[in-house]
Nanobody, 115 residues
Framework: QVQLVESGVGVVQPGGSLRLSCIFSGSIFSRETMGWYRQAPAKQRELVAF???????SYADSVKGRFTISRDNAKNTVYLQMNSLKVDDAAVYYC?????????WGQGTRVTVSS
């Protein structure tokens, strides 16, 4: 059974930076497409970024140039480096894995952007 565990310091000022981590277990990490989603209060969950097993990346327009997704297959970990954070980036961030049609989710980690 796939398990995803997110971590990362959750409070930052506007303009600040934060790195989220997600540790994967229960299957072969290198085969997974890994993604980060977020959900703000009263809004639908949205895709932030994903990285394929081959290392191809894609980003939501709202975070392009500010966020970077990366993966370390040796550590079974995917990261989301978030720079130049804005108040609108505040949300619960979820890690997601997809392989062979099966999708799994982490429990989420809250990111607060506030002065």
């Amino acid at each position: 059974q796939v398990q995803l565990v997110e971590s990362g310091v959750g409070v930052v000022q506007p303009g600040g930076s934060l790195r989220l981590s997600c540790i994967f277990s229960g299957s072969i990490f290198s085969r997974e497409t890994m993604g980060w989603y977020r959900q703000a209060p009263a809004k639908q969950r949205e895709l932030v970024a994903f990285i394929t097993s081959m290392g191809s990346r894609s980003y939501a327009d709202s975070v392009k140039g500010r966020f970077t997704i990366s993966r370390d297959n040796a550590k079974n970990t995917v990261y989301l480096q978030m720079n130049s954070l804005k108040v609108d980036d505040a949300a619960v961030y979820y890690c997601n894995s997809v392989s062979g049609g099966a999708s799994s989710w982490g429990q989420g980690t809250r990111v607060t952007v506030s002065s």
